[in-house]
């Protein structure tokens, strides 16, 4: 290749032109947006084609007066935007190549362009350029002479760093080049996440809706305005053998600019240790914004034997993604974790949630389940009587199973005292003020719970059945629109949900449409063709009996779901024998026949109303 003169201007390569003077990257005549550290990447690799740029002098380059910032995970994100806009792969690159352990090497030839003679373009855009920064020197000298109703002083206050009242944590990006240990780093990202939501003044986002901008090409300020937080903190780790490197920095979210950033190696026992001085480093530094009594009521996390704590990170791993197969792999590994640690209060909470989730979604009777979800969560409270997840998941048992109302609301009451950031606490204690008929505090409640986790399913879902239950049903339908919006992989849920306004509605024509769109979804398009015929032959009488037919076909649907279906049919004896035998399985939904509109018509039968008192309503 040909060396290059000294400092050119422009620069080629390809159907690409880089001007160095102006930071500009255009690709075919079109400008690419690219930021100044991705550029001054750009920068050194065409200044020395054909060798190798260590990660050293990148780094010298871009920080040289060592800011603290994460240098390997603020490269990577630099390289990766880079092959973004030039269309390049790691895998194979035709731009820009790794070399393992050194740094990059850019592939392709670059030559240098003539710029000393300028255009009349050039010259034109030079005038401009001259006219525009004259009129913006006269406007500014006016601006600062005259200070229009002191909105100079607004503007500069605006651009000095606003309070931190909210955080995000983003999913920590696991460096280990091993994407069997990204549950090691989910599980620091989630306990990261723990530790701050202890401080009570600040809200804290959910790390399931955190979770939704895991390898997103969206910039800082973005992110930031879509969670509404103030300042994020981002970071990686590294873990190696027995030892585990973590790097974390906080950055204001509006303009993207660096706060603090540190870097911590600890051996993987002492990992619990490494995690509260993180947490505790980071709450340092946001403490000034927040209420003092609440930065000091960061505690530190009881110690667990690395090995138990290592099975609970992997069980929170799996028990997060849902699903039959998913939620017992959890279970498995919080019983490991009790096994190696029986003192370890947080496995015991996780033993409880997989109990209560797989009773909630029929992978095991209620029966069965419920009462070691009691066991298990009765067994962490009582080694660690300030654990919110504890009381959350006892308040749940109390209110789905036990029918204990009272002693429901009271160990919701207290973990949301303990932890007001858990989104799961006000989530479940919408679910009680609903079955109570407490409309107005349900949606209260599950609105501190969207806002704690915008992009949770189970919350916005639940949002549009609590407006569903209030009979507020434009609103309700909006919701679940807004759903579809937000996960297109939902789909089959949501249109049922859907389906099920119109029908309370009245509206079978899009009933009939929204529940064909469920079938269909589900593998039975066959069903959703003779719903839709059933439909038209006979109306709403016919549509009701071939969803009961639907129904009754493997697998079954549930008792309750059927008593809702029979009592649209109008068969009311049938709808309270299925009502009787969802009582008789201990349903953890059976409560909710409290504020079910399609069980309006059953309301006044002495039978009704028997097994209302039965359940304690």
């Known amino acids: ?80 935007r880079l092959r973004e806009v030039l269309g390049d792969s790691a895998d194979t690159p035709r731009y820009i190549e ?34 525009v920064g004259l009129f913006c020197a006269i406007a500014a000298a006016l601006f600062f002479a005259f200070n229009v109703g002191k909105l100079r002083n607004r503007i500069f206050a605006y651009s000095r760093p606003a309070e931190i009242r909210s955080i995000a944590v983003l999913p920590l990006e696991n460096l280990s080049n091993d994407p069997t240990q990204d549950y090691f780093s989910e599980g620091i990202t989630d306990a990261l996440t723990t530790e701050l939501a202890q401080i009570g003044a600040l809200r804290v986002i959910s790390r399931t809706s955190a979770e939704h901008f895991k390898g997103t090409r969206e910039t800082l300020p973005e992110i930031g305005r879509k969670l509404n937080v103030d300042a994020i903190v981002e970071g990686s780790v590294t873990r190696s053998e027995n030892r585990v490197r973590i790097t974390a920095q906080l950055i204001d979210a509006p303009s993207d600019r660096h706060l603090w950033a540190k870097s911590y190696e600890r051996e993987l026992k002492d990992v619990l240790a490494l995690q509260d001085e993180v947490a505790r480093d980071i709450a340092g530094e946001i403490r000034s914004n927040v209420a003092p009594k609440q930065g000091a009521g960061l505690q530190v996390s009881a110690q667990a034997n690395p090995q138990a704590h290592e099975a609970y990170l992997r069980g929170r791993y799996w028990w997060h993604r849902r699903g039959r197969e998913n939620e017992l792999k959890g279970l498995q590994y919080f019983e490991q974790a009790v096994q190696l640690e029986p ?23 209620p029966k069965e389940a419920m009462p070691k979800a009691k066991a298990a969560a009765l067994k962490a409270s009582q080694l660690d009587n300030s654990l919110a997840e504890a009381h959350t998941s006892l308040a749940t048992i109390k209110l789905s199973y036990d029918w204990d109302y009272a002693g429901a609301e009271n160990e919701f009451i207290r973990a949301i005292e303990l932890n007001p950031n858990y989104s799961t606490a006000h989530h479940w204690y919408a679910h009680y003020l609903a079955v109570k008929l407490r409309f107005p505090e349900a949606l209260s409640e599950i609105q501190k719970a969207h806002d704690l986790d915008p992009y949770s399913l189970v919350v916005n879902d639940f949002w549009g059945l609590t407006l569903y239950y209030s009979k507020d049903y434009e609103r309700a339908l909006a919701q679940f629109r807004a759903r579809l919006d937000l996960d297109p992989s939902q789909k089959l849920t949501t249109y049922g949900q859907i389906a099920r306004v119109y029908e309370q509605q009245g509206d079978y024509a899009r009933a009939v449409e929204n529940e064909g769109n469920a079938l269909a979804l589900s593998g039975t398009a066959q069903d959703a063709e003779s719903l839709a015929n059933a439909y038209a032959q006979g109306g709403a009488p016919a549509y009701w009996r071939k969803r009961i037919e639907l129904a009754q076909r493997p697998p079954a649907t549930s008792a309750l779901e059927l008593a809702i279906l029979y009592s649209y049919e109008g068969d009311r004896d049938a709808a309270l024998r299925s009502l009787e035998r969802a009582y008789q399985e201990h349903s953890p939904w059976l409560n909710f026949m409290s504020c079910e509109p399609a069980f309006d018509s059953l309301r006044a039968d002495p039978r009704f109303q028997r097994l209302s008192h039965q359940i304690g309503l």
Do not use: C
Request: hydrophobic share 45%; net charge positive; aromatic share 10%.
């Open 343 to 365: 003192s370890y209060a947080l496995a015991w909470t996780g033993i409880a949630d997989s109990y209560l989730v797989m009773a909630h979604h029929g992978v095991l009777p």
């Open 1 to 80: 290749m040909d060396p290059l003169p000294s400092k050119p201007g422009l620069l080629t390569f390809g159907i690409f032109k880089v001007d160095l003077k102006a930071g500009e990257l255009r690709k075919a005549g079109i400008k690419q947006k690219l930021a100044p550290q991705p550029f001054q990447v750009l920068q050194a690799l065409l200044e020395r084609p054909g060798e190798v740029v260590t990660r050293e002098q990148l780094r010298d380059l871009l920080w040289p007066d060592n800011t603290f910032v994460d240098y390997d995970l603020a490269l990577k994100k630099a390289i990766n």
């Open 98 to 131: 790794t070399v393992p352990r050194q740094g990059y090497r850019f592939l392709v030839e670059v030559r240098a362009v003539d710029s000393s003679v300028p255009s009349p373009a050039a010259n034109a855009r030079v005038y401009w350029k001259l006219a």
